[in-house]
């Protein structure tokens, strides 16, 4: 399968909603937030989602997006550690590398950005996640809590040596 990795810019915050709801449609157990809540975001939200962070949307040959991924530099940590967020691939494209090349994307995007770590947490029951993130060589750091979701769901932090 042929996939375009798309940088997000403001005008397209249309294919950010879809891709975004879609993935919370789909796989709500593994986000942060509720499809409820970002349905009801306005185009204003939105656009200010891609402008704050950078964010990137595999599209397959038809244009239609089939993976989303972003980055932050998450409140409290390290100034050169870069976050992932969001990363999420169709399910009908998944074990065909959409997922390696969106993580491959942040890579890149926060080397050069000039970080040194590269970190993400993710729900210890989303195994394939998990399996991903090992496979492209984060590693465990035993940093643990509660994620603020319903029902409650331990999170882990991975990180990422960049340098």
């Given at each position: 399968?042929?996939?375009?990795?798309?940088?997000?810019?403001?005008?397209?915050?249309?294919?950010?909603?879809?891709?975004?709801?879609?993935?919370?449609?789909?796989?709500?157990?593994?986000?942060?937030?509720?499809?409820?809540?970002?349905?009801?975001?306005?185009?204003?939200?939105?656009?200010?989602?891609?402008?704050?962070?950078?964010?990137?949307?595999?599209?397959?040959?038809?244009?239609?997006?089939?993976?989303?991924?972003?980055?932050?530099?998450?409140?409290?940590?390290?100034?050169?550690?870069?976050?992932?967020?969001?990363?999420?691939?169709?399910?009908?494209?998944?074990?065909?590398?959409?997922?390696?090349?969106l993580l491959d994307?942040?890579?890149?995007?926060?080397?050069?950005?000039?970080?040194?770590?590269?970190?993400?947490?993710?729900?210890?029951?989303n195994h394939p996640?998990?399996?991903?993130?090992?496979?492209?060589?984060?590693?465990?750091?035993?940093?643990?809590?509660?994620?603020?979701?319903?029902?409650?769901?331990?999170?882990?932090?991975?990180?990422?040596?960049?340098?």
């Open positions: 399968m042929l996939v375009l990795i798309h940088r997000v810019v403001e005008d397209d915050w249309r294919l950010m909603q879809e891709v975004r709801l879609r993935a919370l449609r789909e796989d709500p157990e593994v986000f942060g937030s509720s499809l409820q809540r970002e349905e009801r975001f306005r185009e204003s939200h939105w656009r200010m989602r891609t402008r704050s962070s950078p964010s990137w949307i595999a599209l397959d040959e038809q244009g239609t997006g089939r993976g989303i991924v972003g980055m932050i530099l998450e409140p409290g940590s390290p100034e050169d550690d870069r976050h992932v967020v969001s990363l999420w691939v169709a399910p009908e494209v998944r074990r065909r590398g959409v997922g390696w090349t994307t942040v890579r890149q995007a926060a080397l050069d950005d000039g970080a040194r770590t590269l970190s993400l947490w993710v729900v210890d029951e996640a998990v399996d991903l993130y090992v496979r492209a060589g984060y590693a465990r750091t035993g940093e643990r809590h509660e994620a603020q979701r319903e029902p409650p769901k331990i999170e882990e932090r991975y990180v990422l040596e960049l340098r």
